[in-house]
């Protein structure tokens, strides 16, 4: 149980285009989700965190329309790199929780991006 | 603000080898600490969660301690295998209300060679 996917697993594109990553739990609703972004040797940062239904809220630094989140139901939420350039070039990872879960997000297995 | 810092970033031992890996953090105001496995290119997987009030968690051949109050842990890994190759990433969770966020460290990549 406790499944997170993302689609798509990896994605190229060409600079100034958007690109929309998704991330479903398979198995269980998933009142809050995490999307992070993880550069070569380097830490996991989170970027936001969505509760189903609100707005995000994004970490200092994070351009919030450079990045747009959407959490609409309680199996989906995605993630937006509006105009991308190749500095977006990186890999996303999400993850979710359900409520009463507080200790425990379930990852998905990422996407990597790839702007040209 | 918390970071996380594991030291070395990568670590090669024969197989066999019982290892340590280390993790420390500068906030001890934490809410759990937990140990993540990455394989290259593929999201995370959960392997042992410590609450702030428990000393250590065990789980097969993996075991975590933490000691709050000098902000480290430890992730012992008892007679390593090449499976156990992978990049191991400790992470903190911050008490901030129902939003229990993560900090993480950049990880160790261990080798283990048959």
């Known amino acids: 149980g406790a499944v997170v996917s993302q689609h798509p697993s990896r994605v190229i594109c060409k600079s100034g285009t958007s690109v929309k990553i998704e991330c479903r739990s398979l198995?269980?609703?998933?009142?809050?989700m995490f999307w992070y972004r993880q550069f070569p040797k380097k830490s996991l940062m989170l970027m936001a965190t969505s509760n189903e239904g609100s707005k995000a809220t994004y970490e200092q630094g994070v351009e919030k329309d450079k990045f747009l989140i959407n959490h609409a139901s309680l199996t989906l939420s995605t993630l937006t790199v509006t105009s991308a350039h190749p500095e977006d070039s990186s890999f996303y990872i999400c993850?979710?929780?359900?409520?009463?879960?507080?200790?425990?997000?379930?990852f998905g297995p990422g996407t990597r991006l790839t702007v040209l | 603000k918390q970071e996380v810092t594991q030291i070395p970033a990568a670590l090669s031992v024969p197989e066999g080898e019982n290892l340590v890996l280390n993790c420390s953090f500068t906030?001890?105001?934490?809410?759990?600490l937990q140990w993540f496995r990455q394989d290259p290119g593929k999201g995370l997987t959960s392997l042992l969660l410590i609450q702030s009030s428990q000393r250590e968690q065990t789980s097969g051949r993996l075991n975590a301690s933490l000691d709050k109050s000098s902000g480290r842990s430890t992730l012992y890994i008892a007679a390593s295998q090449p499976g156990d190759s992978a990049t191991y990433l400790c992470?903190?969770?911050?008490?901030?209300?129902?939003?229990?966020?993560?900090?993480f460290g950049k990880g160790i990549t261990l080798s283990v060679r048959p």
């Open positions: 906030d001890s105001a934490i809410y759990n």
């Open positions: 993850s979710a929780r359900t409520s009463g879960m507080r200790d425990t997000q379930y």
């Open positions: 198995d269980f609703q998933a009142t809050t």
């Open positions: 992470a903190v969770g911050a008490n901030t209300g129902a939003n229990s966020k993560l900090t």
